[in-house]
């Protein structure tokens, strides 16, 4: 319940007409100061009124006033600075910190409307604890949010995307490289691809481009998926003998191939078939982020990730076993899933490092012509009365779901803020 006193306070949800240190002695909050999330007074920076003098310090709060003593603040020199102490329940009429001065205390109220709400958000299992109550919010107030959570988001997969640009001394093709390759796990195989494309030089591919063998053997041989001496496949043989070759040249070292999972994957989305969709995209077009930073439009951009992969793999899906030729290019909606989850961060980031807005707007808009995502996620929403108009709110409700409803953080979520006040 003190984390609800914190939010109270912080958001001036408290009744305000009751603002008495006791019978005799008025309070004023000038300011109620900066939320802190560390250790040391909850509220830094603070200014109030007691009777006709200011004071600018902490603030601390507390459900009872014992849980001073309780906390051992008055033994705590960082607590020293505290000029109002808050709590819900004055059962201790004086508190001290550690010098022997005497802290003023003011009791918060809380209305039980309030406390009934929260512990309705808090203690509710659905996985969208809200779902019963959201209708209650105005859409504009859920426009507004939907919107902040898109930018939340974004900002999100910026942070990694800058993380990799001073891994790689700001070599955007070798970040785009590793971005692309990660979302080519489509969910089940993220990481995986991830530890493939860290695991294999950009530079290394760059000087075999001219060779789909040499590139679907470095691809595949880096995956782990030569280990098998089960295989009857001359196709097989032919790329394990290059990558062996490769391997000592460049010392690499091959990750497991447990890594990469098939279960329940469709044929053309085995691990297989994405690893060399991978490998033909990055040998074709080796200066693919200058492709992805001149192009406009949504049509533009898919063109560039609509490519087949070699013949062999046209009537395989694994290492020898054939099956019927079909075409292996990426489908409508997993270039869709590439653009929304690699291109657009990409766009915004690279706007964001080099101070352009275009880049950024471009990103935007590239997400807002995308139609929405089709998961779990946004089913559950849609059932709410919620509906998607594009993958920028899809985005926008993954992040939701995500950061909020999942981690139980309602009183962070603007609905839940609606709701409670």
């Avoid at 008025?26 to 830094?44: K, V, Y």
């Avoid at 109220?109 to 209650?136: A, F, G, H, T, W």
């Avoid at 279960?263 to 033909?280: D, E, G, S, T």
């Avoid at 935007?364 to 709410?384: A, K």
Wanted: charged residues 25%.
């Amino acid at each position: 319940m003190e984390s609800l006193l914190h939010y109270a306070w912080k958001y001036k949800l408290y009744n305000p007409n009751n603002f008495l240190i006791d019978e005799n002695t008025e309070c004023e909050i000038i300011d109620h100061g900066l939320h802190n999330t560390d250790a040391g007074p909850d509220f830094f920076n603070a200014k109030v009124r007691i009777k006709d003098k200011i004071w600018a310090g902490n603030i601390e709060l507390h459900t009872r006033s014992s849980d001073w003593y309780k906390h051992k603040h008055d033994k705590n020199q960082s607590y020293n600075s505290v000029v109002l102490h808050v709590a819900e329940i004055i059962d201790v009429p004086e508190i001290f910190d550690s010098t022997g001065r005497s802290i003023p205390q003011w009791k918060i109220e809380v209305s039980e409307k309030m406390k009934e709400n929260y512990q309705y958000l808090l203690s509710n299992d659905r996985e969208i604890p809200c779902v019963e109550r959201i209708q209650e919010i105005n859409s504009v107030y859920l426009f507004d949010w939907i919107s902040a959570l898109l930018t939340e988001r974004l900002e999100r997969k910026v942070r990694a995307i800058f993380q990799l640009l001073e891994r790689y001394n700001n070599d955007w093709n070798e970040v785009f490289y590793v971005t692309l390759s990660r979302n080519f796990g489509f969910g089940i195989n993220n990481d995986s691809f991830e530890r493939l494309a860290l695991s294999l030089p950009l530079r290394i591919i760059a000087k075999h481009s001219d060779s789909i063998i040499q590139v679907e053997a470095l691809f595949l041989g880096q995956a782990g998926l030569f280990e098998s001496e089960l295989i009857e496949d001359d196709y097989y043989f032919r790329l394990q003998k290059e990558y062996d070759f490769l391997r000592n040249k460049y010392n690499l070292q091959p990750l497991d191939n447990h890594l990469f999972r098939n279960l329940r994957v469709r044929p053309n989305n085995f691990p297989h078939i994405k690893i060399v969709q991978l490998a033909n995209l990055i040998r074709k077009t080796q200066h693919l982020f200058s492709n992805i930073i001149s192009a406009h439009g949504a049509d533009e951009y898919i063109l560039l990730f609509q490519d087949e992969v070699s013949e062999y793999w046209q009537i395989h899906s694994q290492f020898g076993q054939a099956c019927k030729k079909r075409e292996r290019k990426l489908s409508l909606s997993s270039i869709r899933i590439i653009l929304i989850n690699t291109v657009v961060p990409i766009l915004y980031a690279y706007g964001k490092k080099n101070n352009d807005s275009r880049y950024s707007e471009q990103a935007i808009r590239l997400l807002e012509s995308l139609p929405p995502e089709s998961n779990f996620i946004i089913t559950l929403f849609s059932r709410m009365g919620i509906v998607c108009e594009n993958a920028g709110d899809s985005q926008a409700l993954i992040q939701l779901k995500r950061e909020y409803c999942e981690n139980k953080k309602c009183i962070y979520c603007r609905i839940g803020f609606r709701l409670l006040k």
